[in-house]
């Protein structure tokens, strides 16, 4: 199944659980370093599993871990959200 | 004989490490501390083959050689510094087999390093639930380094490695990334100026500015001088190093995995997660678990610590009746035994708090707690990994101290240990009882509740509160810039495996004995000493007394053995120095007996009831709780005939325990874990002043 993507890019802070997308950029060096070594990559497509109150953290299913990023952290993060 | 070989055990967190090294040396293990940081190192003996040893060290778990942490920055300066006492000979890399890509991208740095290399493929078990197939002959050549597939929980696969090892290994011919082709650093020359062993260890020394340890200043000025004539931007290239290295794992990956989704597994996993870190629910369960926690440390201990306690005044008892009467035997009945008393009595607690907690960790479920406390904790200078030393402070402070280590933010670290003495620990539980019993009344409250219990519960949020309120004023007021990031994994859930989490339970217990244990004996033999002991001619001057006493009423020595200890007390040190203080106590309400408690509280907390039960003249071993209620309460001021244990007095009394560091242990472990004086003062001294405080105004608010 072909699976398509917004050509808007947006931060991921503004997702909500349940959305997919692709990861495009990460701006901050050093969440991107270490997301980078976490499995999550530029080019990566991944889906919202989990949001804590006020979506701080969140939870993203990625290359088949779970990783939780803060909303400070999320907001460093551009994506394009995929057209369900 | 001396291990011939020195084996690192290095691969990301959760990969089944600890497991896999608990497997392969038994209890055969010791933790320390690397000099001058406060990352535990675990070292231990392995037995490869017979008359074949060696030496094996589990570093803490990493993502890249790109060090962020205190913890990760452990196997980054293991393996960069050819001339570190634990530079390894071999490496053993764990992987989680579920989770290959990720974990090969380390693994191919360790083989850029030219170390020998075995791939210990661990969870193979889970791999294949999971319909992960894994072609393990294209894998050995792809990476040219052997692998062996093991279940470390079930101890399979352990003596296929152990075999790897005696046969000996060599190095990979293989090269991931050629580290003097991208970069412009003249590599070769920085390899021979600091005696490197290959160029990407060069270039990992150039590439870490963010978190420099080294010693050697030389090593420093040189890499720094480096940076800056090349405007050498770190960061930039350790990107470009692991999406490098990506894309070299990716291509060997194609053919090696067999991956089937939509598993079972997964299914269940995301059921978990729903429930238990969901926003509302989520919270719920987490404060249920902590209510069971509660619930089953303060029962289950119970009678374990009885039995401690039962088994020290026999030991104080025997000592009494055999050994020649002298200082010899009071020092040993009255000053070491309950010193020792006072710290094994608490192990129970330890044992099953940390028990918990190691069961929350193995499971994965820690990680939850983690996401769903971390924004709620922040606002109070502390994190989500800030929650575990908190609980654990419900225990005892000096292994919840201890426990800060794993959090990465300097700040939130600092503050957590700073806080978490206010935490209402179980040495104050016999303090609030008895002296809650002397001024509340027995007595239900709604049918369900005992009002005594109740303000127990009160004691115990005050505490919390205090604690969480003194972490917010820290934030406001330590100036530590630092940018906090919050990036956690969130491991799959499994079942605990139940022998980590025995070896956790013993290695805290013994650190708790021989950390706090050290500090609580030398303090009970000091106070010993200041309660036993006088000026010359004062005690002689008491039996005197007494003699006259006895002589001319005609009452036995015998009856008057309480009158005369509580009397020596008061003659002693330790009752001259409870006197003295009587100024700065009086206005909080508290006479010079109360003070000699607080003075012979500072071995623990606990000493408060015992030292009472001296001093109102109850001379056996065993004091009876109630009899010490009512000598108690019948005490009444010389000069104005008040009751000294009013209402006021006794709430006064409570809020000084709460908040003040009435603990040797706590100061001797803040210091240890913090490395600063300065730190270990401000708690001390600002918890002192909260407590003066605080029980001034209730002192003078309730009466």
């Not at chain 2, 093991?150 to 490695?161: Q, V």
């Not at chain 2, 006197?579 to 007996?593: N, R």
């Not at chain 2, 007095?649 to 706590?666: D, E, G, K, P, R």
């Not at chain 2, 803040?670 to 407590?691: D, G, I, R």
């Amino acid at each position: 199944m072909e699976v398509a993507f917004e050509n808007q890019i947006i931060t991921l802070d503004t997702l909500k659980k349940g959305d997919a997308g692709v990861i495009e950029e990460i701006t901050d060096p050093w969440a991107s370093l270490k997301l980078i070594e976490m499995g999550c990559l530029p080019g990566g497509r991944f889906i919202i599993k989990m949001q804590a109150p006020f979506r701080d953290p969140i939870a993203i299913e990625i290359a088949g871990n779970l990783i939780s990023i803060g909303r400070q952290e999320a907001k460093t993060i551009r994506v394009r959200k995929q057209i369900s | 004989m001396k291990p011939s070989i020195k084996i690192a055990l290095i691969g990301n967190p959760n990969t089944g490490k600890s497991s896999l090294f608990n497997a392969l040396t038994g209890l055969n293990q010791k933790i320390a501390n690397f000099p001058g940081i406060t990352v535990e190192k675990t070292v231990g003996e392995i037995s490869i083959a017979k008359d074949f040893k060696g030496e094996i060290i589990d570093m803490p778990g990493t993502y890249s050689l790109f060090p962020k942490s205190k913890d990760e920055a452990i196997p980054y300066e293991v393996l960069t510094n050819p001339h570190h006492a634990h530079y390894p000979n071999m490496v053993i890399f764990v992987a989680d087999a579920c989770n290959l890509r990720r974990n090969l991208v380390l693994l191919t740095q360790l083989i850029d390093l030219k170390f020998p290399v075995i791939l210990a493929l661990n969870m193979i078990d889970q791999a294949k639930a999971q319909g992960i197939e894994i072609d393990i002959p294209y894998l050995e050549n792809a990476l040219g380094i052997p692998v062996v597939t093991t279940n470390a929980r079930k101890k399979i696969g352990i003596d296929a490695l152990k075999k790897k090892i005696e046969e000996g290994i060599g190095v990979s011919a293989e090269s991931f990334l050629d580290a003097t082709k991208p970069v412009i650093v003249p590599l070769e020359v920085l390899k021979s100026q600091l005696h490197l062993c290959n160029s990407y260890q060069a270039l990992l020394n150039v590439y870490q500015d963010t978190l420099n340890n080294n010693k050697l200043v030389d090593k420093k000025k040189i890499l720094a001088e480096l940076r800056e004539h090349y405007n050498f931007d770190s960061g930039t290239w350790q990107r470009e190093d692991l999406l490098f290295r990506y894309k070299k794992v990716n291509a060997i990956l194609q053919n090696t995995l067999n991956v089937q989704v939509g598993s079972a597994f997964k299914r269940t996993q995301e059921r978990l997660d729903k429930v238990l870190g969901h926003p509302f629910w989520g919270y719920i369960i987490f404060f249920g678990i902590l209510f069971v926690i509660f619930q089953a440390i303060f029962s289950w201990a119970e009678y374990p610590m009885h039995k401690i306690e039962d088994l020290i005044s026999w030991l104080q008892g025997i000592t009494r009746t055999n050994l020649p009467k002298g200082v010899l035997n009071e020092l040993l009945a009255e000053g070491v035994l309950p010193g020792l008393g006072g710290v094994l009595v608490f192990v129970p607690q330890i044992a099953f708090l940390f028990g918990f907690i190691a069961v929350m960790e193995d499971t994965g479920y820690l990680a939850r707690v983690a996401f769903l406390m971390d924004k709620m904790m922040r606002r109070f200078g502390l994190n989500g990994k800030s929650v575990i030393p908190l609980i654990s402070g419900t225990a005892c402070a000096v292994p919840a101290i201890m426990s800060a280590r794993s959090i990465e933010h300097k700040k939130s670290r600092l503050i957590t240990i700073l806080v978490t003495p206010l935490m209402s620990c179980s040495a104050r539980l016999p303090v609030y009882i008895l002296l809650i019993g002397l001024v509340i009344p027995n007595q239900e409250v709604l049918g369900v509740m005992n009002l005594r219990g109740l303000t127990l519960m009160g004691m115990y949020l005050l505490g919390f509160l205090a604690a969480i309120g003194a972490g917010f004023i820290y934030k406001l007021v330590l100036n530590i810039k630092e940018k906090q990031y919050f990036i956690l994994e969130m491991p799959v859930y499994r079942m605990p495996n139940w022998r980590n989490v025995g070896t956790t339970m013993f290695q805290k217990s013994r650190t708790f004995v021989t950390e706090a244990g050290k500090v609580i004996v030398a303090i009970s033999v000091i106070l010993w000493f200041l309660a036993s002991f006088s000026m010359p001619g004062r005690f002689a001057a008491v039996d005197k007394k007494y003699q006259k006493i006895s002589v001319e009423g005609n009452i036995s020595l015998d009856s008057l053995k309480g009158k005369i200890k509580a009397e020596k007390l008061e003659k002693s040190f330790a009752g001259i120095i409870g006197k003295s203080i009587e100024p700065a106590i009086a206005p909080l309400g508290f006479d010079w007996k109360i003070g000699i408690a607080i003075i012979t509280s500072f071995a623990a907390r606990e000493v408060f009831v015992g030292t009472m039960a001296t001093i109102y003249g109850l001379g056996s071993d065993k004091p009876d709780f109630n009899q010490l209620k009512n000598q108690m309460l019948k005490d009444r001021n010389p000069e104005t005939g008040a009751k000294i244990y009013s209402f006021a007095t006794v709430f006064s009394l409570m809020v000084f325990y709460a908040f003040a560091l009435q603990c040797m242990s706590t100061v001797a472990v803040t210091y240890k874990e913090t490395a600063s004086w300065k730190w270990t003062l401000l708690q001390f001294a600002s918890m002192a002043v909260l407590a003066w405080v605080a029980s001034f105004l209730v002192n003078h608010g309730l009466s």
